[in-house]
């Protein structure tokens, strides 16, 4: 069935439609864009396509350097660590759980503070007078530390690390949500619907929520390059995974000691978190620009 002849979609895009159209003028956020999308099939396929396990050992490789360096082996493309495995199984195989395991923290975070901040942002008198005391007091302490916090009382290991990280992530999203849900709330629409005789839960999910919706994407794309440093570091500083985990943090805590005459087996897992993070932000500004532009016309 043809278009009406009144609406163009070309001349009057959607929101999501201009969004986007104004996120590729920036050619650095497609470009972030672009190598985000490298990690994540990394994530998917690389190891079904790699010949070695992350943990396989070759005692007769130890401390190989690079493919391109003379004594180097185009077997190890980018050489062995110091007991003889394989760098790149070990890096596509850290990716896949930094990048996975902050992804899913993120999403569980982004889904409890959105409830709770939801909740605080329709709420009114002593209730929203406690949680906004609370988020002050907690948004004043860096995420990491109170990872640090958490960890010490639960324990070491990957599955505590991501609990911590998520925890520490939910106030900001509680922060977010809530005062967003509060700017909308004093509009127009919002009146409307109230005075049409809809329930608080009906005005927040067919009327405020999906306004929201690409600013708490904004907020996720940042939430997950802090959760992927998060991770990072409590795997060096041995308080996330554990060694022989092939997570990115805790191979660059195991290469400390051969850094100086093997400096590839370090600067490889640092590459891949800095990329990492560096796309997700590219991302996230472009987003955010193209969101505040959409918004300005």
Not at 65 to 70: R, T
Not at 151 to 160: D, E, F, P
Not at 232 to 240: P, V
Not at 280 to 293: C, E, M
């Amino acid at each position: 069935m043809p278009k009406s002849s009144f609406y163009n979609e070309e001349l009057y895009p959607s929101p999501m439609r201009h969004t986007w159209n104004e996120f590729q003028r920036n050619h650095i956020a497609l470009a972030g864009l672009w190598c985000l999308g490298f990690f994540v099939l990394l994530v998917l396929l690389g190891p079904w396509l790699l010949p070695f396990g992350p943990l396989d050992q070759n005692t007769e490789a130890i401390l190989l350097p690079p493919a391109w360096d003379a004594n180097g082996d185009v077997s190890h493309l980018f050489g062995t660590d110091g007991i003889g495995r394989d760098l790149l199984t070990r890096v596509v195989h850290g990716c896949q759980i930094t990048f996975g395991a902050s992804l899913f923290l993120v999403l569980l975070a982004m889904l409890i503070g959105c409830s709770i901040g939801a909740y605080a942002g329709m709420s009114r008198g002593l209730r929203a007078s406690i949680i906004n005391h609370l988020l002050d007091a907690i948004m004043a302490i860096p995420t990491l530390l109170i990872a640090i916090i958490i960890v010490a009382i639960l324990g070491t290991g990957l599955m505590n690390s991501m609990w911590a990280i998520t925890l520490a992530l939910i106030p900001q999203f509680i922060h977010h949500t809530r005062d967003m849900v509060r700017r909308e709330y004093k509009k127009e629409y919002v009146t409307a619907a109230r005075l049409d005789g809809a329930s608080e839960l009906r005005i927040f999910f067919h009327s405020i929520l999906p306004n929201m919706i690409e600013m708490l994407v904004v907020q996720a794309t940042m939430a997950l390059s802090v959760a992927i440093l998060d991770i990072s570091a409590l795997g060096f500083l041995s308080l996330g995974a554990q060694s022989p985990s092939p997570e990115l943090g805790a191979m660059l805590s195991d290469a400390l000691e051969t850094a100086y005459v093997a400096p590839w087996s370090i600067s490889l897992p640092g590459a891949a978190i800095f990329l990492m993070v560096l796309s997700i932000n590219l991302v996230g500004d472009g987003l955010r620009t193209a969101l505040k532009n959409r918004l300005s016309q």
